[in-house]
């Protein structure tokens, strides 16, 4: 009967350590997906800047080029966007 009794011991035991090893496998699971989402939310704006900025660079060099063949811009502007582009491409 002690035998009987330590071999579902033994079960119950195992059992056990098997749920806590799934649980665990489903928090890891779970934490990896918030990682993931948290990890995109930063991105999202990250890319967003980014685009943002080359568009604004493009933007630059539009009107410097609208300068250089003459528009509507003042000398202070042209000599302003010619400095940026400047910067901006080295």
């Given amino acids: 009967m002690k035998v009987v009794s330590n071999v579902l011991n033994l079960i119950k035991e195992k059992a056990e350590r098997k749920r806590e090893s799934l ?3 489903l928090d890891m699971e779970q934490l990896k997906e918030k990682n993931k989402a948290a990890i995109a939310k930063l991105e999202k704006p990250k890319n967003n800047i980014l685009k943002n900025q ?3 660079e493009k933007m630059m060099l539009y009107k410097f080029d609208a300068c250089r063949y003459g ?3 003042h000398d202070d502007t042209m000599q302003e966007l010619a400095f940026m582009k400047r910067v901006l491409c080295g």
């Fill in 71 to 73: 528009s509507i811009f």
């Fill in 23 to 25: 649980k665990f496998n």
């Fill in 54 to 56: 080359r568009i604004d």
